[in-house]
């Protein structure tokens, strides 16, 4: 196992902000985890033969990444520099990396490979000063068995929430919030707490998984809804859809 310092931020995902999953790269050269690279698909419409191949090299040649280009007759639009690649590429080295390179886990100092981390995060509570480190058994028991009563309440609202404009706070009662205003009130409130909640944006639209915990929810909705729903969503339209179309308006006003 390889013990060299790593910075958790090199092997994170811009886009779900975890641990890399099945990491692909575009051409760009840009990585992301392969279900998130997913929802960067772009329609496109070949005019020429030159336009069927990839917009730039995508290193397919390099020992670090696979031979085979993934879906290569489809665009995808990078998020992060906009650049355009036509399929992507698995990551081997960074897949291997994962597998192999080792860190401590920030909140209890346990050391993981950093797949084994990125599974880890999800039941792990955030150490604190004033806090009881939990014995091997407790650590194992279910988050929502951990939370104060109000959070509990929190949790059950927010999953059961149908309203696409406003949203309860995944940490306490208050609720009737905007989006944006969701973010600055968990930034300012609730920014040093344990940050493994269900996003209750998500929990309330038609794709959204109702019991997925987030191993960092600010982060989370800071990266992933960075838009309001409720004023520009088709809710006939699977997320898949509403990504490539956003994506597309974007690039028409650029």
Known sequence: MDTTTINLEDFTCSICREIFHSPVSLSCPHTYCQSCVLGL???I???SESESTPTSSLRIDSFSHSSHVHQPNQCFVCAICRKESLGYVRYRELENQLDTFETSCPNCSIVFTLSA???HLEICIPMRSNYTRPNTDSRSTNLVERLSESQTK???KAQQGENRSTFQCPFCPRANFTLNHLRQHIKKRHKNEDQRRVCPICST???GDKNMISSNIYQHIKSRHRFD???YVNYEQDEETMMREALQASLLHQ
Do not use: G, I, V
């Open 41 to 43: 698909k772009k329609p």
């Open 45 to 47: 419409t070949l005019t």
């Open 117 to 119: 981390l990125r599974k």
């Open 154 to 156: 929190a949790l059950q």
């Open 205 to 207: 639209l038609p794709w």
């Open 229 to 231: 729903y409720d004023t």
